[in-house]
């Protein structure tokens, strides 16, 4: 591949066989544009049958190929639904304007497409990648209150520049090359996070037990109400960041001073300290509570709950917002990465979660936690335990980082492999 300097309409990066001068059209021009329907939802005999019925929220993946519902050819001749080749582009043209997809057979959709069949002059998968690039294009010429949507006859004059069908076809098998390696790391995060989900609940329900250096057996497990274990000093303290009157104004942050940690500031099990909005140090020691110090383990209880974080700073403190409280480990007996592995597990989620069921909001006030029960291995247990889970944590996080590396790239490709409109 090569960069393009001179002043011709081409893009910024090809492949060196070809020099070609890009040639300006109208999306209406590369595809027939179809429309989608939907039989009548009471009349049974149009559904369950051979044909696959997509809807916009069924674009999820590049490909395509099995639907949630299915319609019979009666309900396909009863409404305006219609059969789309095998290669069709199924664009979303309501409310999740340009979320597109390529099926993988015949199928037909809902009143929400309009699908782009493409012609023997073209490659699908180009056109494919164009979209993706070009997504705002179809967004700022939609329209509606309700929600947004673009029309046929909108999208038909839309203008692109393409190269030639073989062109075309060598930046579609690149990308194509691209996407499949993203879904090779999309697959291995699956199946590592399974895995995970999977360990933890044996770990949690006492099927799988660690065992000591000299391969005996630990004591048995203690089930402590949280209360009990605040009374024993094995949590040393306990609280949130609930203010009340102290509750900080909007204009009194700042860009440096004491963090004022959020429930959204916890990135990857970690605060993202360097994130967070700050008060001058004066106004934070007004603050009676909610005063997190490093090593703290912090859970979030309003709004979005069950997000866990370990506090790691040099400061001397932070404070926390009312989305979040702190526990404090006495790490003689209770090792504070293994608190986090206790929160995020099936064990101590059912029991927030059926307190949640109970109210109209998702919160777990303070001195509810205080009552739910958590598991308490012997503190070398704890570690290993802990570690064990912490080393997949870290594989998972890894290929996370590889798939955003991989997007990104995919991103700076399309910018540069495309010519603008």
């Given amino acids: 591949m090569q960069v ?30 179809i429309g989608g329907g939907t ?26 190929s099995k639907s949630k519902r299915t319609i019979t050819d009666i309900g396909l001749k009863k409404s305006s ?21 390529i099926a993988l057979n015949e199928c ?6 309009q699908s782009f069949v493409v012609n023997s002059l073209n ?33 038909v004059k839309i203008k692109l520049h393409l190269p030639s069908l073989p062109e075309q ?37 006492q099927e799988l037990r660690f065992k000591d250096d000299n391969g005996n057996n630990y004591p048995d497990w203690e089930i402590q109400k949280i209360q009990k274990l605040l009374n024993e000093g094995v949590i040393i303290s306990h609280l949130d960041g609930n203010h009340g ?31 967070c909005r700050c008060l001058p140090e004066d106004r934070a020691k007004q603050f009676k509570k909610g005063i997190a110090r490093n090593g703290d383990v912090l859970f979030a209880h309003n709004a979005t709950v069950g997000p866990t974080a370990i506090l790691q700073t040099q400061l001397d403190y932070v404070i926390l917002s009312t989305t979040a409280t702190y526990y404090r480990c006495n790490i003689e007996k209770l090792d504070n990465k293994f608190l986090v592995k206790v929160f995020e597990s099936n064990f101590f989620v059912k029991q927030y979660s059926r307190v949640m069921s109970q109210s109209t909001r998702n919160q777990v006030p303070i001195t509810m936690q ?41 991103k700076g490709l399309l910018q540069q492999m495309f010519v603008a409109a």
């Fill in 370 to 410: 205080r009552t739910f029960f958590i598991p308490l291995p012997h503190l070398p247990e704890q570690q290993k335990i802990a570690n064990f889970l912490s080393a997949l944590d870290v594989k998972i996080e890894l290929v996370i980082t590889q798939i955003v590396n991989t997007q990104s790239f995919k």
């Fill in 123 to 155: 490659n699908s998968e180009f056109l494919y990648n164009w979209i993706i690039e070009n997504k705002n294009k179809f967004i700022k010429l939609s329209s509606g209150s309700t929600f947004l949507e673009i029309s046929k006859k909108e999208i």
């Fill in 108 to 113: 037909c959709t809902n009143q929400g497409f």
């Fill in 245 to 275: 009157a102290l509750y900080p104004k909007s204009e009194e942050f700042t860009k440096e001073g004491v963090p004022y940690v959020t429930a959204n500031d916890f990135i990857g099990g970690f605060v993202d300290i360097n994130g």
């Fill in 39 to 64: 039989p009548e939802t009471v009349k049974p005999e149009y559904w369950g049958g051979m044909i696959q019925w997509f809807t916009p929220s069924e674009l999820k993946q590049k490909y395509v």
């Fill in 81 to 101: 639904a219609k059969i789309l080749p095998k290669g069709t582009l199924l664009f979303s043209s309501r409310a999740t304007v340009g979320e597109v997809a």
């Fill in 169 to 205: 076809q060598k930046i579609a098998s690149f990308l194509s090359a691209v996407d499949d390696k993203l879904q090779q790391l999309t697959k291995k995060k699956d199946l590592l996070e399974e895995y995970k989900k999977g360990v933890m609940q044996k770990i949690f329900s």
């Fill in 4 to 33: 393009i300097t001179e002043n011709k309409l081409v893009p910024k990066l090809r492949f060196g066989e070809f020099d070609s001068e890009w040639k300006q059209t109208a999306l209406g021009n590369t595809s027939e544009i």
